[in-house]
Antibody
Framework: QLQLQESGPGLVKPSETLSLTCPVS??????????WGWIRQPPGKGLEWIGS???????YYNPSLKSRVTISLDTSKNQFSLKLTSVTAADTAVYFC??????????????WGQGTTVTVSS | QTVVTQEPSFSVSPGGTVTLTCGLN?????????PSWYQQTPGQAPRTLIY???TRSSGVPDRFSGSILGNKAALTITAAQADDESDYYC??????????FGGGTKLTVL
């Protein structure tokens, strides 16, 4: 059974870089046909798609975050990562990692991590 | 800017049927946007219900169904139960490879 679990600091200072990883167990991130992505949810608000990466390394980002976001794969550790630069209080949120289905279905998210809370504060 | 619209809130009686919708500020929603639907209860990760307009995710009961109604995507819940009380989000897939969430609908069962 595929499992994802977000990991990283719960507190980041303004203007610094938020870094999270998502180790994957029960499956390989190198498998064809899957994308690996990040979604966030500010306190009391809705979900926001951040971006995704294909097993080949192709990346897709939310245009509103594109200038600050990098998603990458680490096949040696079977995990993928999120980096968000120049954070502000508006980046405070629960961050979820998720697998996205490929194969022409519109890349829906089908397996989710439990989420991790990141607070931006000095 | 692409904006995906959902009803902010909806209510349904236990045993009743409710249809939530998902629209697009710039036009009509069709199957080419591959609408998907997610259920989220407070403090929990979202659960995938429907993808590719009307394909139920594994383990999702057939009380949940997806469709296109007019110019919107729709999620219909029949025989509503108390534990259906949740937030429901739709996602539309853009040809550029990005996904856009709607603002979510808070469903109350009472």
């Amino acid at each position: 059974q595929l499992q994802l679990q977000e990991s990283g600091p719960g507190l980041v200072k303004p203007s610094e870089t938020l870094s999270l990883t998502c180790p994957v167990s029960g499956g390989s991130i190198s498998s064809r046909g899957y994308y690996w992505g990040w979604i966030r949810q500010p306190p009391g608000k809705g979900l926001e798609w951040i971006g995704s990466i294909y097993y080949s390394g192709s990346t897709y980002y939310n245009p509103s975050l594109k200038s600050r976001v990098t998603i990458s794969l680490d096949t040696s550790k079977n995990q993928f990562s999120l980096k968000l630069t120049s954070v502000t209080a508006a980046d405070t949120a629960v961050y979820f990692c998720a697998r996205h289905l490929g194969g022409g279905y519109g890349r829906p998210m089908d397996v989710w991590g439990q989420g991790t809370t990141v607070t931006v504060s000095s | 800017q692409t904006v995906v619209t959902q009803e902010p809130s909806f209510s349904v009686s236990p045993g009743g049927t409710v249809t939530l919708t998902c629209g697009l500020n710039s036009g009509s929603v069709s199957t080419t946007y591959y609408p998907s639907w997610y259920q989220q209860t407070p403090g929990q990760a979202p659960r995938t219900l429907i993808y590719n307009t009307n394909t139920r995710s594994s383990g999702v009961p057939d009380r949940f169904s997806g469709s296109i109604l007019g110019n919107k995507a729709a999620l219909t819940i029949t025989a509503a139960q108390a534990d259906d009380e949740s937030d429901y989000y739709c996602v539309l897939y853009m040809s550029s490879g990005i996904s856009v969430f709607g603002g979510g609908t808070k469903l109350t069962v009472l």
